[in-house]
Every structure is written in structure tokens, then in C-alpha cells.
């Protein structure tokens, strides 16, 4: 996927990408039925179940599947400030690692089961909501059909969930509605 950061200290780095969000969409991008691509999908269910007592209108959680493009008009609907796009990506680290991939040096032509290539998502959002995008991937290790996460994407799709959370918690009680 195009030149990737090193995957090092990826909390204290979204955290800074994040700043002071006054609205967050937290999009979990990926086909559940390909092995570890639903690691996003997965991630987005965890992250509703950790921050169910949450209750913030300022905090949207998305479960997008293989179609992100289909839930852009809910992001702009809900005005996010913030897009965290979460989704496996290939930046050449061990099986689970997590790292922050800038969407505009992904390449086009990677391989993806989306409809969409996510630097053109990322974009299209940045243009249509002016929102900033980022982009959270999550070294996979097997697309195999019908198989479930391998173990080490299950724990770091858990981890960014947890992540996220404490994220969320913090940063959406500190800022002004």
C-alpha cells in the first residue's frame, strides 16, 4: 500500500492526528467473509460495545462493510470533523501489527475488496464534509473465504477498539459540544 510510517507508538500518534475532535465517525471498512479484511468491521463492533455507555452525539460509529462509499452521505449527515477509517492494510509488518497510513500515499491500484479505493474515499470525504481522515490499518495475515480473523489481527483489531475508546472517552468529554 504505497509508503507506510512505522507502525511505533500508533496510540500516542492518533491521538495526535486527532486533536480535539468535535465529531468523530469511526469507520470499520471490510468483507467478514474473507478472513482477516472484516478486521475494520470487526474493530467497529467492539468499539460500539466499549463505549455503549458513552452515549455522545458527538461520537458515530460506523460499520461500512465493503462499501464505505455507501455511508459518506451519514458522515456528512452527522457533520463528523474527524473520520477514522478503520481497515486492514498492507504496509509490509508482521501479521497484526496497527499503524497509521496516510490515504493519499496508498496507491489506487493496491489490492482491495472494497468498490472504492480508500485514497479516493478519504478524499471525497475531505472535499464533501471537510473533515479530516485517518487512516488505521491493520497488517492482515490471511484472506482466506470464510475463514475467521487469524488470532494476531483478532487481538489488534481489539486493541484499536480498546484504543479508540479510551480515545473517545477522553477527547469527546474534553471538547466543546
Same mark, same amino acid.
Given at each position: 500500500?504505497?509508503?507506510?510510517? @512505522?507502525?511505533?507508538?500508533?496510540?500516542?500518534r492518533?491521538a495526535?492526528?486527532l486533536?480535539? #475532535? @468535535?465529531?468523530?465517525?469511526v469507520? /470499520?471498512v471490510?468483507?467478514v467473509?474473507?478472513?482477516?479484511?472484516g478486521?475494520g !468491521?470487526?474493530?467497529?463492533?467492539?468499539l *460500539?460495545? =466499549?463505549? *455503549?455507555?458513552? *452515549?455522545?452525539?458527538?461520537?458515530?460509529?460506523?460499520p461500512a /462493510?465493503?462499501?464505505?462509499?455507501?455511508?459518506?452521505g451519514?458522515v456528512?449527515?452527522?457533520g463528523?470533523t474527524? !473520520?477514522?477509517?478503520?481497515? +486492514?492494510a498492507a504496509?509490509?509488518? #508482521?501479521?497484526?501489527?496497527?499503524?497509521?497510513?496516510?490515504?493519499?500515499r496508498?496507491?489506487?491500484?493496491?489490492?482491495?475488496?472494497?468498490? %472504492?479505493? %480508500?485514497? %479516493? =474515499?478519504?478524499?471525497?470525504?475531505?472535499?464533501? !464534509?471537510?473533515c479530516r +481522515?485517518? %487512516? =488505521?490499518?491493520?497488517e492482515?495475515?490471511?484472506f482466506e473465504?470464510g475463514?475467521?480473523?487469524?488470532?494476531e489481527?483478532s487481538?489488534a483489531?481489539e486493541?484499536?477498539?480498546?484504543?479508540?475508546a479510551?480515545l473517545?472517552r477522553?477527547?469527546?468529554r474534553?471538547?466543546?459540544?
Amino acid at each position: 500500500m504505497g509508503e507506510m510510517r @512505522k507502525p511505533e507508538a500508533w496510540k500516542s500518534r492518533l491521538a495526535r492526528e486527532l486533536g480535539r #475532535p @468535535k465529531r468523530l465517525a469511526v469507520m /470499520g471498512v471490510g468483507n467478514v467473509a474473507k478472513g482477516d479484511d472484516g478486521a475494520g !468491521v470487526f474493530c467497529a463492533a467492539a468499539l *460500539a460495545r =466499549l463505549t *455503549a455507555g458513552l *452515549a455522545s452525539p458527538r461520537l458515530k460509529i460506523i460499520p461500512a /462493510g465493503e462499501a464505505p462509499e455507501n455511508f459518506t452521505g451519514d458522515v456528512r449527515k452527522f457533520g463528523a470533523t474527524h !473520520v477514522v477509517i478503520v481497515d +486492514v492494510a498492507a504496509g509490509g509488518f #508482521p501479521g497484526g501489527t496497527v499503524f497509521l497510513a496516510d490515504p493519499r500515499r496508498i496507491r489506487d491500484d493496491d489490492a482491495s475488496t472494497h468498490r %472504492l479505493p %480508500l485514497p %479516493l =474515499l478519504a478524499a471525497y470525504l475531505e472535499q464533501t !464534509v471537510g473533515c479530516r +481522515v485517518i %487512516l =488505521l490499518g491493520i497488517e492482515p495475515k490471511s484472506f482466506e473465504p470464510g475463514a475467521p480473523l487469524s488470532a494476531e489481527v483478532s487481538r489488534a483489531a481489539e486493541s484499536a477498539a480498546a484504543a479508540l475508546a479510551a480515545l473517545s472517552r477522553r477527547l469527546l468529554r474534553s471538547s466543546s459540544a
